[in-house]
């Protein structure tokens, strides 16, 4: 019912930044054309790129790639691990006035084809053979329009292609920087997909406009990865929580690290592990938010390290949420997310009754469960996740977190089960890392949880399948246990 009283809104406890009127790759390689230090090397290969270089590698391939026929308004594709020649083909594109789109390389052909549907794709850039001209005139490119085409993850249904513009994505890029202070000094490490806008924003275009050193490197096993943090002094890393779980796991000699902070991102955070993965890391671990259609939202500062670390974090500056009861859209205290500030995207392309359903009232709806204690947001899970049961909700990181706590247990994830009686049921799929049996399992949630919560069933698996930024995908799971 409406009672007439204003919306609660949250905002950031810093102001709001000033959007410089600039395309992607003007505002983030503005610093750039005369400085020799380092902007990204590849861990493995040894392949890497001065800023100067970067800037002037940008410029020509830009210029031929207008030579070659591309044009405002077109679409070029990008399928390809992280390594330095990602950053050149990206932001020559981008200033050739193409949208780029990001593709997983590890897809199937007939899955990546979709994609470059989907997202109207033109051309797909081979970054061993960029086209390179110093003559031809690039155009001025709209602020306005879009520079990048990612894809929703689809682990909740159908993949859809989000558009960013460059506003978007350089306003997101300033609200981090208050609180992320990345300089010179700095040395990331670019392990997760610049594909996804975790990569694509908080990492590779977050450092290059700081001006710190990106480390390309691909995904390996935790000792392996922690060798190389320590071989280039990285002083920011970043995590999915599978590779959180990994660390806190590792058993094997930890190198001497420089790490300053540790941010996981793309899903929930156990906090036993995080506690675990920081004491390995020797760094403080911290969550952050986001997602595909409105970049970061939540951040924890640089100089707020010692607040709340099971949170996200606060709002970045410029950005304002809501939290609803996701039936009534009333007021909650525990409730769906909802999203405004200048970062959130234009819409999904092609699909006019997507987008319509994704705002209410110029809110972004983001389908995540959260609560909000003193100005700090805790996700819940995803709302359409959340299993009921008897009438109640029941969020499935919940009694994950639960089980991922008993000594046996090595990962675990909780859907909902069909049930004549109850609606829903939650079930459980386990990784075991020893001898522990169903029975001794759902008496250990029972334990530790209302009695409407309890696990009913549990199936041993070898691994929880995931998506590339560790997003449980409880939809295959739901498939396999109808």
């Known amino acids: 019912m409406d009672t007439g009283a204003a919306p609660v809104i949250y905002r950031s406890p810093l102001p709001a930044v000033a959007v410089p009127e600039a395309t992607v790759p003007e ?24 800023y100067a270089e970067l800037a002037e590698q940008v410029r020509r391939v830009a210029g031929g790639l207008v030579r070659g026929g591309v044009r405002p308004g077109d679409t070029v594709a990008i399928t390809s691990h992280n390594r330095p020649r990602f950053a050149v083909g ?28 989907l997202a109207h794709v033109s051309a797909t850039l081979d970054l061993d053979d960029l086209p390179e001209d110093e003559t031809a005139t690039l155009p001025r490119v709209d602020p306005g329009g879009t520079a990048a085409i990612l894809f929703s993850s689809g682990t909740t249904g159908r993949t859809k292609a989000v558009r960013l513009s460059h506003r978007a994505i350089v ?81 094997g000699p930890v190198p001497r690290q420089r790490l300053k902070l540790v941010l996981c991102g793309a899903a929930p955070l156990d906090d036993a592990l995080r506690r675990e993965a920081e004491r390995k890391l020797g760094a403080p671990v911290r969550q952050g938010y986001g997602l595909t259609e409105a ?28 939290v609803v009861d996701p039936g009534t859209g009333a ?23 997507a987008t319509r359903r994704a705002f209410v009232d110029g809110w972004l709806r983001t389908g995540d469960l959260v609560r909000v204690r003193d100005g700090r947001f805790h996700v819940v899970d995803r709302i359409k996740e959340i299993i009921k049961c ?23 994830a909780v859907v909902g089960r069909p049930d004549r009686a109850r609606g829903e049921v939650p079930k459980a799929f386990v990784v ?6 169903a029975e001794e399992l759902i008496a250990f949630v029972a334990g530790e949880v209302a009695p409407y919560k ?29």
């Open 27 to 50: 505002h983030v390689l503005r610093r750039a054309r005369h400085d020799d230090a380092v902007a990204l090397a590849d861990a493995v290969t040894g392949e890497s790129l001065t």
């Open 90 to 117: 990206l932001h020559a594109a981008m200033a050739a006035g193409a949208a780029v789109a990001l593709i997983n390389p590890v897809l199937p052909p007939r899955d990546a084809d979709r994609l470059k549907e």
């Open 171 to 251: 306003a997101n890029l300033e609200q981090h920087r208050p609180g992320w202070r990345i300089g010179s000094g700095d040395v990331l490490a670019a392990n997760l997909p610049f594909f996804h806008v975790y990569g694509f924003t908080i990492i590779l275009n977050s450092g290059l406009l700081g001006g710190a050193t990106l480390v390309t490197m691909p995904r390996s096993d935790a000792g392996t990865y922690l060798r190389r943090l320590a071989e280039h002094r990285v002083t920011r890393a970043f995590l999915v929580p599978p590779l959180a779980a990994a660390i806190a796991d590792h058993e």
């Open 295 to 322: 970049g970061g939202t939540h951040q924890t500062f640089d100089d707020d390290l010692e607040s709340d670390p099971t949170s996200v974090g606060v709002l970045c500056p410029g950005t304002e949420a809501r």
């Open 331 to 353: 007021d909650s205290e525990e409730g769906e997310l909802l999203i405004r500030g200048p970062q959130v995207m234009d819409g999904y392309l092609g699909d006019e009754e």
């Open 390 to 412: 008897n009438g109640y909700q029941v969020a499935p990181a919940e009694l994950e977190d639960v089980l991922r706590r008993h000594p046996e247990v090595a990962d675990a």
């Open 432 to 437: 075991t890392r020893g001898d522990v049996t």
């Open 454 to 482: 309890k696990v009913r069933a549990v199936e041993f698996v070898a691994e929880i399948p995931k998506s590339v930024s560790g997003k449980v995908l409880r939809r295959v799971l739901k498939d396999e246990s109808v």
